[in-house]
Structures are given as C-alpha cells and as structure tokens.
C-alpha cells in the first residue's frame, strides 16, 4: 500500500475513559482531525457516552481487545472472545461493529494475523511510537512524534492511564507538524476496499 507521504494519521489506544479521551476529544475538535480510538471492551461497557462522543464527532472507534492480554499466550477460543465481546459492546453502543483492530503491545503472529483477517479485521499496527506509555513528558512525546515523520504516517498514542503528558503534547504536536507541510487524514480512507475477497471473476 503507497501512503500519502505527507499525511499522518493520529490512533489512540486503551481508553475510553473519563479523564483523557474527552480532553484528546476537545483538541481534535479544536482543529477538525479526525482519528481512530483503539478502544478497550471493558472501558466501552464503563463509559459508553464516551464512545459516542467519538463516533458523533467524527472519528473511529476500532477493536484493541477486551481488557489488554497478551493475545499471543492465550487458545484460539480466548482471542476470539476478545475480539467479539469487545465489537458487540462497541456495535451495542454506537451502532457500528469496528473492523479494525489493533493487538494490545502490537503483538501479533502471522497466524494470528490470518485469523483476525477470517474474523473480518484488518489488523494496524503503527510508524511511529511516541511512547507516551512511558509517562514521558510533553516535550519528549513530541519529539518522539516530530523526529520520526520520515517514518510513516499511522501514529500510536495513548487515552488510558498514561495519557496526561500525552493531551499536553498533543496541540504543540499538531502545530508543528502543520508547520512541517504535513496533514491529518482519516485512518479509514486507507482501509476502504472490501474486506470479503473478490468474487464474479471466477471462471
Ligand atoms: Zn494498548
């Protein structure tokens, strides 16, 4: 897949919770981006209005597991429980059943990977990390994003625990990439084409 090389594209992982996601909202309405919220089921279940604030305000909501394992360790049965608990509260909520997912510590498996894509989900990593998990500070996380822009476009960042240096960074963040040429696009424009594999050419 050829990405726009100057365009970026913001996710946000673990929330949604009552603390971070609304301040990460009100910046993101402050400048018209859209982004996707990797969103956790059991924080869905805990603070839906959120959800529905994300998704009413443009953005979308993807699937980031039902309370964070380690996907990698557990029996084919287990994931895929956490996947579909986790789609069916998003899908109870906001009416939309997430195709996107994103494995919690990014780990995953070609086997794995095969297995989200039968379940119909696109599995997305991330360019760039700006290790905001780390409880850096504002500067820092910035820095992280700043200094790897080459890298790519799909940014990681976070709206759970760790996520107060992350709101700090985030309007500094937008601005100087701005400055840089760079654009905010919608993460679901790249995952556009049908998930089921072609069909009527079949001779
Ligand atoms: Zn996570």
Not at 21 to 39: E, K
């Amino acid at each position: 897949m050829t990405l726009p090389s100057k365009t970026l594209w913001l996710t946000f992982d673990d929330g949604p919770e009552d603390t971070y996601s609304p301040r990460v909202l009100d910046v993101l309405h402050h400048y018209r981006i859209f982004a996707t919220f990797f969103c956790l089921g059991s924080q869905v279940e805990k603070f839906p209005t959120i959800v529905q604030r994300m998704h009413e305000e443009g953005h979308l909501v993807g699937n980031h597991s039902w309370d964070h394992p380690h996907l990698l360790d557990m029996p084919l049965d287990e994931v895929y429980q956490q996947v579909t608990k986790t789609s069916e509260a998003i899908l109870r909520v906001i009416g939309y059943r997430p195709h996107l997912f994103r494995p919690p510590y990014g780990e995953r498996s070609s086997p794995l990977v095969g297995h989200l894509a039968n379940w119909e989900y696109h599995t997305v990593y991330w360019d760039i990390d700006s290790r905001d998990w780390q409880g850096i500070s504002g500067p820092t996380i910035s820095a992280n994003v700043l200094g790897h822009l080459g890298a790519g476009g799909i940014i990681l960042q976070h709206t759970g625990i760790h996520a107060k240096h992350t709101v700090d960074a985030l309007p500094y963040m937008i601005e100087a990439a701005y400055a840089l040429g760079y654009t905010f696009g919608q993460l679901p424009d790249l995952f556009a084409e049908p998930v089921e594999p072609p069909s009527g050419n079949v001779t």
